[in-house]
């Protein structure tokens, strides 16, 4: 009997551990336990918890399967908890550098283009482009109807355009090239003014 159990003790298998009967080790449930609903980090910024604790645990569980004192099993356990969580990152880090790239690349084509608006005295089109849809006209008017014939739209026109730095930007259309323009942020300012301390929609211009 006592050779046959230092059989048992001795023998292992091709991840270093013991083929004997041990118990698994807490560690190993964990990472597993938390790759399972990893998939949805993808989803709910909220779960990007659970393959960060996945990598973890996988990591102390091998550390603790492996050796010929290891007193726990667990590692193929722990391995593909890792794996699937690593995968998942490493997909989810992909996807979010294109979106990002995507986007940035969307946003500075539209501000070059909200600016030549302005370049061509065309401030009417650029003054509903930097509102929301809620607040751009709603009604089947061309756009002279919509300012000439309401003076309340007539006086957030002008009065948008005499703020800083838009009525700069105005006053020196001839002396600016939108070919030597770059987009270095883009940011949303919410406060209880239309623009914060930028006056151009979704670019930080910096202090003034």
């Given at each position: ?26 560690w190993?449930?964990?990472?597993i336990?938390c ?86 005295n ?6 509903q ?15 002279h ?41 883009n ?22």
């Amino acid at each position: 009997m006592a050779s046959s159990e230092v059989d048992i003790q001795s023998t292992t298998d091709d991840w270093g551990e013991s083929t004997g009967s041990k118990a698994i080790s807490p560690w190993a449930v964990v990472a597993i336990g938390c790759a399972i609903p990893s998939p949805l980090a993808l989803l709910f910024s909220v779960f990007w918890l659970f393959p960060v604790v996945s990598l973890i645990a996988g990591a102390m569980a091998l550390k603790a399967c492996h050796g010929d004192e290891a007193q726990v099993t667990g590692a193929k356990i722990a391995m593909v908890g890792i794996i699937v969580s690593a995968v998942l990152i490493s997909w989810a880090f992909s996807k979010r550098q294109a979106y990002e790239h995507h986007m940035y690349s969307t946003s500075e084509a539209n501000f070059r283009n909200w600016m030549q608006l302005i370049k061509d005295n065309n401030l009417r089109k650029a003054h509903q482009l930097s509102q929301t849809i809620f607040t751009r006209g709603k009604e089947p008017v061309t756009l002279h109807e919509y300012y000439e014939n309401d003076r309340t739209h007539r006086l957030e026109l002008t009065s948008f355009f005499e703020e800083e730095p838009l009525n700069v930007l105005v006053a020196t259309t001839d002396h600016w090239d939108l070919d030597g323009l770059k987009l270095l942020s883009n940011e949303i300012y919410l406060s209880g003014r239309p623009w914060n301390d930028s006056c151009i929609p979704g670019v930080r211009t910096g202090n003034r």
